[in-house]
């Protein structure tokens, strides 16, 4: 049975045509099911009768079971959201003072094994389906929702950014995260400005050609060192699209990118990547590209094996950034207490790939 959160507006009018109903009955759906988060047909007064009984019986709107709900005392909000076959998958809700940014995960757990995250530790299971990737946006908003005292949906404040920053490789998961991100700016679903949606990618340089052509939206990328030695230890996809490819990749992006820069992420890890040398390789290798560092001290996790930098390297290597006229921010640490910060996430993962057993075999003394 079609699930509605699967289609994108195309895909929802194809699914309606095939029932002979008009295109604009997909519009009126969108708005029912994602803006208003409305799941129960009966409920979508605008709609004929006739089309109600057909998807009371033909469709229905399922979402992700949640499984747990934590909060940490700065206020994020951790959902770790069941996918089926001892699979679950978490999104971070991080409310500020003028945003609600969410960051959702696509995939259940991660092929690509940068060494220092927890997901990728955690194996790789499946690509989520579009459904299960839109459902975290629906299921944060529809919490915010329940959670306030206003009643009309104009004023609900809802999440103003998203960032799929979450479990897996968005962009190996290309067709449902595509049809996901359609739908977070359609004005009739969710209507978010481009710019407040990023996409962030390890560097699949194919893949950020691919988004450019079929839904560009802000961009990040995983960075995490500044030359090929290092950076095929920490992001190993590095070996098939070194860094010359990946930047190269990154200004042709920029030409149809909503803003005029792309964010480089760089997690610092103590006497790995976090030197003076390292920040001024980093300076010279950026050169060229209109780009944002966002630095991102290493939230440690069980067995990784790396630990975070001291303040005084973190400082040191911002002002050796900032003095080279490189906007650098440094990411404040939010959600660490119930692990819901950057590279934090781990989810329930039934490994097919082995890596995990492998690694605790190569582990065991
Ligand atoms: S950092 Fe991203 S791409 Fe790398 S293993 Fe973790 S989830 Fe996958």
Redesign the pocket.
């Known amino acids: 049975m079609p699930n509605l959160l699967d289609y994108d507006a195309a895909g929802l009018e194809a699914l309606l045509a095939g029932w002979g109903e008009k295109p604009f009955r997909a519009r009126q759906l969108l708005r029912w099911v994602h803006q208003l988060g409305e799941s129960d047909f009966a409920a979508m007064t605008d709609l004929a009768k006739s089309l109600r009984a057909r998807l009371a019986t033909d469709a229905d709107v399922t979402l992700p079971r949640v499984r747990a709900d934590s909060r940490s005392a700065d206020g994020t909000r951790k959902w770790l959201l069941d996918v089926g076959a001892g699979n679950a998958v978490e999104s971070v809700l991080i409310p500020e003072p003028d945003r609600r940014t969410l960051c959702i995960s696509s995939?259940a757990?991660?092929?690509?094994?940068?060494a220092?995250?927890?997901?990728?530790?955690q194996g790789f299971n499946r690509n989520l389906s579009t459904a299960e990737i839109i459902g975290q946006l629906w299921w944060a908003n529809h919490c915010l929702a329940r959670e306030q005292t206003i009643e009309t949906h104009a004023d609900r404040r809802m999440v103003t950014n998203v960032v799929m920053?979450?479990?897996?490789?968005p962009l190996?998961n290309f067709d449902n995260v595509v049809a996901a991100l359609r739908l977070m700016i359609d004005e009739r679903a969710y209507g978010l400005s481009r710019r407040r949606v990023t996409v962030?990618?390890?560097g699949l340089v194919s893949g950020i050609d691919r988004l450019r052509d079929a839904c560009p939206v802000a961009l990040a990328v995983?960075l995490h060192a500044p030359n090929d030695a290092l950076r095929d230890r920490l992001?190993p996809?590095n070996r098939k699209w070194p860094i010359d490819a990946l930047l190269a990749a990154c200004l042709r992006y920029l030409d149809r990118a909503p803003r005029d820069f792309i964010t480089f992420e760089y997690v610092l890890l103590e006497d790995v990547n976090d030197r003076p040398e390292h920040a001024r390789e980093l300076v010279a290798r950026l050169r060229g590209v209109p780009c944002k560092v966002n630095l991102i001290p290493f939230n440690p996790f069980a067995g990784s094996g790396f630990e975070r930098s001291p303040r005084e390297a973190v400082a040191r290597f911002r002002d050796i950034l900032m003095r080279a006229s490189l906007l650098t921010t440094v990411r404040r640490t939010r959600g660490d207490e119930i692990d819901a910060a950057c590279?934090q996430?781990a989810g329930q993962v039934q490994d097919r790939t082995r890596r995990k057993a492998r690694r605790e075999a190569e582990a065991t003394p």
């Open positions: 995939q757990g991660c092929a690509l094994e940068c220092f995250c927890a997901t990728g530790r920053m979450g479990m897996g490789e190996a962030s990618t390890a995983s992001v996809i590279g996430l």
